[in-house]
């Protein structure tokens, strides 16, 4: 699997931007996808996750009720809309792939996904 992120910026506090992640390869679905985001001088963390046909949904605290991800899987894209966006949002937003079959989970780990896109920098300026 192949990911290429796209959409980020540079953006106000309290502005909204989306990123989008296109994947290749015709087994989308089996994938759940999640977004993740590194900062200057700090561990990448989890942002978002889905699951293969966009049941189960996962936040991190930080951006609960800010951002949404979401998925066309007919168009092989995974989606994070990030509103009210914080100075403390900026990072290098990461998109990735974890194998997960037929099953309706989405995990927040970085260590279970095998496979990564090259990351699109998103500022927030104050």
């Known amino acids: 699997v192949q990911l290429q992120a796209f959409g980020g910026g540079l953006v106000q506090a309290g502005g909204s931007l989306r990123l989008s992640c296109a994947a290749s390869?015709?087994?989308?679905?089996?994938?759940?996808m999640g977004w993740f985001r590194q900062a200057p001088g700090k561990e990448r963390e989890f942002v978002a996750a889905i699951s293969g046909y966009g049941e189960n949904t996962y936040y991190a605290d930080s951006v609960k009720g800010r951002f949404t991800i979401s998925r066309d899987n007919a168009k092989n894209t995974v989606y994070l809309q990030m509103n009210s966006l914080k100075p403390e949002d900026t990072a290098v937003y990461y998109c990735?792939?974890?194998?997960?079959?037929?099953?309706?989970?989405?995990?927040?780990?970085?260590?279970?996904?095998?496979?990564w896109g090259q990351g699109t920098q998103v500022t927030v300026s104050s």
């Open positions: 390869g015709r087994t989308f679905s089996r994938y759940a």
């Open positions: 990735a792939a974890d194998y997960t079959g037929t099953n309706y989970y989405a995990r927040n780990s970085a260590r279970y996904y095998d496979y």
